[in-house]
């Protein structure tokens, strides 16, 4: 039984690692100077997908609100359903929020927000992407609530 425990947390930690390296390689950090949101640069971070730089598609996006702690897992579970016929391909997109500033953002000041990401973020991966009209926003406790 113990031999058994081991195997599995080995393969799970090596699987886990290898998620974390592919994240690594495949993405792209940047920052945006918000006129709506005036606390400074905004880091994102974009994952494509693998076969975007060989392919003439467009592709749905998905935004990822605290991008600091889901982005990785976003990436991850993409991968890990990307041979499902259900869930297509996706450009992932994760919006890094500082605490308390998110909870800010996502709840009493959420119009600004909003605003970044209708009249800046968006029409920015839009703008520098080959992009599908479907757009995702996935947030974790309030950002969820904000979604």
């Keep these: 039984m113990k031999y058994l425990i081991f195997i599995s947390l080995f393969l799970l930690s090596a699987n886990l690692q290898a998620q974390n390296q592919l994240v690594q390689t495949a993405t792209q950090n940047y920052s945006i100077n918000s006129q709506y949101l005036k606390d400074g640069a905004t880091n994102y971070y974009i994952h494509l997908p693998s076969d975007y ?40 997109v994760g919006i890094e ?3 308390p500033k998110r909870k800010d ?5 959420k119009e600004r927000f909003v605003s970044f990401l209708s009249n800046e973020l968006i029409p920015l991966i839009d703008k520098k992407y080959r992009t599908k009209p479907e757009r995702i926003v996935f947030g974790w406790e309030m950002g969820s609530n904000f979604a």
């Design 97 to 99: 929020n500082s605490y």
């Design 105 to 109: 953002l996502v709840w009493r000041e």
């Design 53 to 92: 730089e060989i392919s003439k598609k467009s592709y749905p996006v998905l935004y990822v609100l605290d991008g600091q702690m889901h982005f990785t897992s976003a990436v991850a579970i993409q991968h890990s359903l990307g041979n499902s016929t259900d869930v297509p391909e996706m450009i992932i």
